[in-house]
C-alpha cells in the first residue's frame, strides 16, 4: 500500500509517519509513505505554490501546475490504478467505511490544501476523491491526510500485531467497544466486574455485548439505527431502555 502525499510541509508527515505503528509498518514494507514536496514541481525562483485569485478578494489560492506536474510525475513513476485524494473541509466526511474501501487500494495520492483553497480545476480534472476528517477547519490537510493514512494503515494485513484487534473493536461492528480492564483486579476502592474474572467465557461474551449496547445507546444511539442488530440484542436494549 503506498501513500504519496503532496505538501508543502513535508516534515509533518514524516514526523507523524516516523513514529509508532505506522513507522513499524514502513520499516516492515506493508505500507510506503511518501511526503513529496510540491515546491520540488515549481519552476520559478522563489517555488511558488500559492496565488491571488482571479477576480479578487482576500487570501491565496494553491497553483495548478505543480500539482498537475507531480501527480504526473508520481503516476508515471507507478503505473496502474491511483486514487487522487484532495484533503479538504469541502470533502466527503472520512469514516470506517471509507478506510475500509481504502484500505483495498495499492496506490493512494493525497493532496493537501493549504491557504484558503485550491485552483478549482485540480478538483475537476485531477481528484477523485475528496475528503474532509470532521466540521472542523485545519490550517492545512497535512494533519488530516495523516488520519486517513493511520485508519487505513492499521486495517492492513499484518500490520497490527494481533490480527483479531481490528475486527472486535469499536465500528467495525457498527457499535461502540466495551469496557476493558487489566490487571490490577482490585485498585484502592475501584474493582473489576466479578464476571471478567470468572473464566467463564459463555458470560463474559454476554456481559461484553450488553456493555457495547450500553455505551452505544448512551454516547452514539444513532449507531444504533445502522448496527447489524440480533433479536437478543433488540430484547438487551428494551431492558436497558426500561431501566431508567
Ligand atoms: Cl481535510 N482540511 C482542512 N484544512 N481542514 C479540515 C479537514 C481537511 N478536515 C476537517 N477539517
Given at each position: ?23 513499524r ?142 475486527e ?24 473489576v ?12 461474551e ?31 436494549l ?7
Amino acid at each position: 500500500m503506498i501513500f504519496e502525499i503532496l505538501t508543502t510541509f513535508p516534515g509533518i508527515i514524516e514526523a507523524v509517519a516516523g513514529e509508532s505503528i505506522i513507522r513499524r509498518a514502513r520499516d516492515k514494507g506493508l505500507v510506503e509513505v511518501e511526503a513529496v514536496n510540491l515546491r520540488d514541481f515549481t519552476s520559478d525562483k522563489h517555488k511558488t505554490t500559492d496565488d491571488s485569485p482571479f477576480g479578487g478578494g482576500p487570501g491565496m489560492v494553491m497553483k495548478l501546475e505543480p500539482v498537475f506536474d507531480a501527480v504526473d510525475t508520481l503516476i508515471s513513476r507507478r503505473p496502474g490504478k491511483v486514487r487522487v485524494a484532495l484533503m479538504t473541509p469541502q470533502g466527503e466526511r472520512f469514516d470506517q467505511a471509507k478506510a475500509e474501501q481504502l484500505a483495498r487500494e495499492n496506490h493512494i495520492i493525497m493532496i493537501c490544501g493549504r491557504y484558503e483553497g485550491v485552483d478549482e480545476r485540480i478538483r475537476r480534472h485531477l481528484v477523485t476523491d475528496e475528503m474532509s476528517i470532521g466540521d472542523y477547519v485545519l490550517t492545512g490537510g497535512e494533519l488530516a491526510a495523516m488520519v486517513v493514512v493511520d485508519a487505513v494503515a492499521r486495517l492492513v494485513p499484518g500490520v497490527l500485531g494481533d490480527e483479531s484487534s481490528a475486527e472486535s473493536e469499536s465500528f467495525s461492528s457498527g457499535l461502540l467497544e466495551y469496557p476493558q480492564y487489566t490487571r490490577p483486579a482490585q485498585y484502592r476502592e475501584y474493582s473489576v466486574p466479578e464476571v471478567l474474572v470468572s473464566g467463564n467465557h459463555k458470560e463474559i461474551e454476554k456481559w461484553r455485548r450488553e456493555h457495547s449496547l450500553r455505551r452505544t445507546l448512551e454516547r452514539r444511539p444513532d449507531l444504533l439505527n445502522s448496527a447489524p442488530l440480533t433479536e437478543e440484542d433488540r430484547r438487551t436494549l428494551v431492558r436497558i431502555r426500561k431501566e431508567e
